[in-house]
């Protein structure tokens, strides 16, 4: 019982992202650095609802790190007015140095089967009232399952260069927040990871 609950509590703690998975990672100017002047984040989901989520998600984490940002729903209150252009007005306009840009290109539900499995529960003995851990055989079943696939690129304004970019897949995350709160995770430890952010 014990080793179980330090399981539970290991898994509920864990930093690494859960559905997230980068599957391709480009970096064009490895002297880059978004920590030398404000970001700006955009967020083009396929829900306009849930923008403001993303983006301030993403604000919230790079502020953590001493990063200026800024979330493009507080000057472009539209995804309909995302025009390269505009943002690039827009961006200069109020000092930005940098664009983090992330594009939701699909998302999509199948049905997979899940094979026979073993799992384990608790259950109570009847002579001593002990509770104990226990084998049993799960059945296959359907389950259907959610894949989104997301691009992000981070833009230098003045240049125009595509300086970073990585192409994304979620996995049937637990629900939008959880998805976004593990793909902001994902991309700031990539771009850590690729000195890019301190």
Request: with cysteine.
């Amino acid at each position: 019982l014990a080793v179980l609950l330090l399981a539970v509590t290991w898994i509920g703690c864990a930093k690494d992202p859960q559905f997230t998975k980068l599957t391709g990672i480009w970096k064009f100017e490895p002297d880059y650095a978004i920590g030398k002047g404000t970001v700006m984040i955009v967020g083009k989901l396929l829900d306009e609802a849930n923008r403001i989520t993303f983006e301030d998600e993403m604000l919230r984490q790079l502020k953590k790190k001493k990063i200026l940002a800024v979330a493009s729903h507080t000057i472009i209150p539209s995804g309909k007015d995302f025009i390269k252009e505009k943002i690039k007005t827009k961006a200069r306009k109020i000092g930005v140095k940098s664009i983090l840009a992330t594009r939701v290109v699909s998302v999509e539900q199948k049905d997979v089967t899940v094979k026979n499995s073993v799992s384990y529960d608790l259950y109570a003995t009847t002579m001593h009232g002990a509770v104990m851990m226990g084998p049993y055989l799960e059945e296959p079943y359907v389950k259907t399952i959610t894949k989104g696939r997301i691009e992000t690129g981070l833009f230098d304004v003045e240049s125009e260069k595509l300086i970073w970019a990585a192409k994304s897949r979620i996995l049937d995350p637990d629900s939008i927040k959880a998805a976004i709160k593990d793909y902001t995770l994902a991309i700031l430890t990539q771009l850590k990871n690729d000195n890019l952010i301190p």
